[in-house]
DNA sequence: CTGAAAGCGCTAACAC
DNA sequence: GTGTTAGCGCTTTCAG
């Protein structure tokens, strides 16, 4: 019957002390070593206030999980940033870092711990483990993706998850994301604005938050009267050589173009290089735009004009809508305002 | 004695499910469940993936803070990023993220949870409440700072950690970390070659990591019969306005120096921009070497000189060697190989 | 105000 | 092969 003390590399040092020893040392009961650290009222101040230093002194700390068993409480979420499995790609963008960041310090303010695990993309219901097993309350997932469908599953089922991207039709997750129509159409517009006509789109519209971007661009386009040509959508990943492949695929379509839109600020870096490589000059030749206003656009040189995203809202949104979730309020998604900022590289 | 259903808003939903369910609904005992889902060879195989495919299909996973209270086990491991109290820094330096991401996918790998937490750089002790109250087995810290002493008191405590940064004298906890001295004499080596000789150094040498790479760009300089002078020595934070501030001061100072050595790249990078706007041109006029190769830096303008930290690499070791302390053998401070990029940056 | 004892969900002797 | 049962570290009712 005897629980072993010590199970495989993964277990805790020896003796570690716990409320027993505690309980001993100053002459008590575990029941009152227990209500002194959780500063019940029903506690001898005197007595609490021994325990309490003799706690500190000896660095002892109520164990979480034994506490969270008896009590069927947990303050943990879940953080997910999905990877595609067929580049087995590393957590890079610094956009989804930032993010990470944000929600590190949203969670924080809030008192609950965060447990970053990163899933196949391809089998985004494994995102539900760390509920499953009770690890977590809720899940915040950075990255929508394609995987609608598997999202609208783990919401069916009652998983409380709260996903930053864009609301979608017959969608049962809460999304929190930015305006991506807007975001679009605000870039666009602006290099309409500075005289340019031969707008390039940059990005994979097959995300639905690309999608978005591309339809506000498109939108943008025709109130001008510009329709807008199929050859100029350059599908490209997220990946640091995105920039690369696309001004390639461009000088293989032989587009002439004065623009560019790219559908995030690593994209337009990135591309902004391989146009100077080929002697192009940003902005005379060709004008760019990014999309999330990662803390470097501004420093990039040109400066970077792109359409910012809200991060630090964004981590405190998510967080508020998948706590009302978890009390079971009604949590309906969001949309974030998107704003243009004017820099260097769309300059007139 | 009944324990409450549901404590509080951060309570899990109602009836979660558990193992007396599905032994009830597979008509056996918990006991032949727990050995069912274990794959203990105790049990029938016919009985065990009838098991397992209840199991599945009710989206039932063992609870893991009960078996982990059972088993005296945990597989989490913590992760903390300091902040500054003074400024309540938000997490956004890329190099810092960028490791995060690494340590994430090092963890994963090896089948560890990855809990993040922020923590006040002057209350670093607090670091270890995780660990003291049985949250985590162990501690990963980002960024040594200037508490050198809480750390070391956290070591003689035996809380497994450790540290990224440098190997400093009577030091009781594991670090890893670049080598710095060699990182800045690799920097500054490069800048003396392309003809180089009033070379100022950007950074805060109040910070271990920052006088070690002080400590080799000074060497370089004495090695070509180049005295250091203090006035070339610029301190300045890592926050993203450290360059202008620096720029700044080098502006006050009177300093006419042909290149810089900036200790990490998003320095490096808003410097450039600063001197951009003072009318200097990089790199004729100054050249710039960073720190860290962010994956920006290939791709800002002109792509940066720097000096690059094997972040994929660091996030390995630093869960491999916590794991060596956790199973009680010795695991000796490492410093990793840096090596110099060069771009165009300081061009010659 | 304090202590004894039950039980949170799970696992592993020990019996059969 | 499977069930019974004790107990991981904690909180809380109930009795004093």
Redesign the interface.
Known sequence: MS???????????PG?LQMADIARLAGVSTATVSRALNRSPLVNDETRIRIEELARSL????????Q?????????IGVI?PYDSATRQ???D?FF??M???L??AL?DQGF??????VDAEQLDAA???F????V?GIILIGQWRHHDQLNQLAA??V?IVVWGVQLPRQLYCTIGGDNVAGGRLATEHLIAGGRRHIAFFGDVRLPEVAQRYEGYAMALAQHGLAPAPEFQISTSFL?QG?TEAVQEMTRRGLDCDAIFACSD?LA??S??AL?ERGLRIPQDIAVVGYDDI??A??????LTTVRQPI?AAGHRLVAAL?AL???QPSPSQQLDTELVCRASSAV
Chains 1, 2 share one sequence.
């Open positions: 629980v072993p003390r010590k199970k495989d590399a993964a277990a805790g040092p570690r660095n002892y700390s109520i164990n979480v999980g034994a969270n068993l008896r009590l069927q409480q947990n303050r943990t940033v590393h957590l890079s610094p870092l930032s990470l960041g944000s590190a310090d924080t711990d965060m447990l970053v695990s990163r539900a483990k760390p499953d097993s009770g690890r309350i089922r009652n409380p640091p920039g690593l870096i990135t902004i290089h100077r803390e470097l501004a420093y990039c040189d040109p400066p630090q706590l978890i009390e079971g």
